[in-house]
């Protein structure tokens, strides 16, 4: 916390202050839109009673609004809003690492392990034993995250192990492999294929405050461990033999950054299924505002990824005339956003 608070000052700290009471207002917003409108004072009530165990606010209240404020919308809007904020912590990780901005958390196949195993459960008709589905596409995705490292490294030449470039390559075999098998597992799965490819596709309908706490969870230690090797980030994008040189070890700084990228993006990928862009996005144009500097980046990012989900998800559950899969929506409008920072990266 010492180091959060340290970072977090002058432009910084107002820039925090600014993005996170833009959240707020997004999350309240949120909460009073969809089938049943809820006035704003009465959200603004609700919450008050409830934080200041006020009673008599919440006797008073409608049971309607309790029930789909407490048990509907606010579970869903902060599990949204807390895997926004973890892929692009994520993100900025692996952006940091790779030293390429158009990396985000699925670079390394981590997404394509997570949809594995979650196809396998679905296929098993695990969906209705305890956290079936999310504990088995956990595990495929951090399965593949170390077959990747695996893969990448070279007892030959360690000084080449862990590069960027051994990483890309080894995701890209990886993530290949997995994709064939997703597609083996839809053409056996019969009637249950409709449930793969709905999960596939990312949602949040019918989270829970236990996926809210789980995420949060691992983004409190993700957060923590991201700002503790803040500095050392910062100087491995000065390249390898600037980092060794000023006391970084390369090594093994990388291992816990990529473990602990891939894990934020893991337990997000088993909550919500694959969500892409994010990740890629929001590092990216927070950039501009903050600069390299990932103890400032990441705190932004992670706000900034809060609201971009949360707003993402408004439109598709109370805008739109029918709720489309949350991962469709990002991949339409963030699909057209990479092409350009692509295009705009490669005459650099």
């Known amino acids: 916390m010492s180091i959060l608070l340290n970072i977090l000052k002058g432009r910084t700290a107002y820039l925090v202050v600014l ?5 707020v207002l997004m999350i309240l917003i949120s909460l009073s839109m969809g089938y049943i409108h809820i006035p704003m004072l009465d959200i ?4 008050y009673g409830k934080i200041s165990g006020n009673l008599q606010i919440l006797e008073n209240t409608s049971e309607t609004y309790l029930t789909v404020i407490f048990d509907v ?5 902060l599990t949204c809003s807390i895997v926004g904020a973890a892929l692009a912590v994520s993100g900025g990780l692996f952006q940091g690492i790779l030293l390429n901005p158009l990396a985000d958390p699925y670079t390394l196949g981590v997404s394509a392990g997570a949809a594995f195993g979650a196809s396998i459960a679905i296929l ?4 209705a034993a305890f956290v ?10 951090c399965t593949t995250l170390f ?3 695996f893969l990448s490294y070279s007892s030959k030449n360690p000084s080449l192990s862990l590069s960027s470039n051994n990483l890309i390559l080894s995701g890209i075999i990886v993530a290949a492999i997995l994709s064939a098998g997703i597609s083996f597992l839809k053409f056996i799965a019969n009637e249950q294929v409709s449930v793969i490819i709905f999960w596939l596709m990312g949602s949040f309908a019918s989270k829970t405050w236990t996926d809210f706490f789980a995420v949060l969870i691992f983004l409190m230690i993700g957060l923590f461990i991201s700002m503790f090797f803040a500095r050392d980030l910062n100087l491995i994008s000065l390249g390898a033999k600037s980092a060794t040189s000023l006391g970084v070890d390369l ?5 816990i950054l990529l473990v602990t990228g891939s894990m934020l993006a893991a337990i997000c990928v088993s909550v919500s299924g694959i969500i892409g862009f994010v990740g890629l996005l929001v590092p990216h144009t927070v950039r501009f505002i903050t600069g390299p500097d990932n103890r400032k980046l990441i705190p932004l990012s992670m706000i900034a990824g809060a609201f971009l989900l949360l707003f993402a998800d408004t439109i598709t559950r109370a805008v739109l005339p029918h709720e489309i899969p949350i991962g ?13 920072i692509f295009k705009k990266n490669r005459f650099k």
């Open 124 to 127: 098993l008709n695990l969906s």
């Open 19 to 23: 993005f996170s009471l833009f959240l």
């Open 251 to 255: 090594k093994k700084v990388t291992i």
């Open 73 to 77: 919308r606010l579970p869903r809007i």
């Open 44 to 47: 603004i009530s609700i919450l």
């Open 328 to 340: 469709v929506l990002t991949a339409l409008t963030g699909g057209p956003v990479f092409c350009w």
């Open 132 to 141: 079936s589905v999310p504990a088995f596409a956990f595990t495929g995705a």
């Open 147 to 149: 077959l990747v490292m």
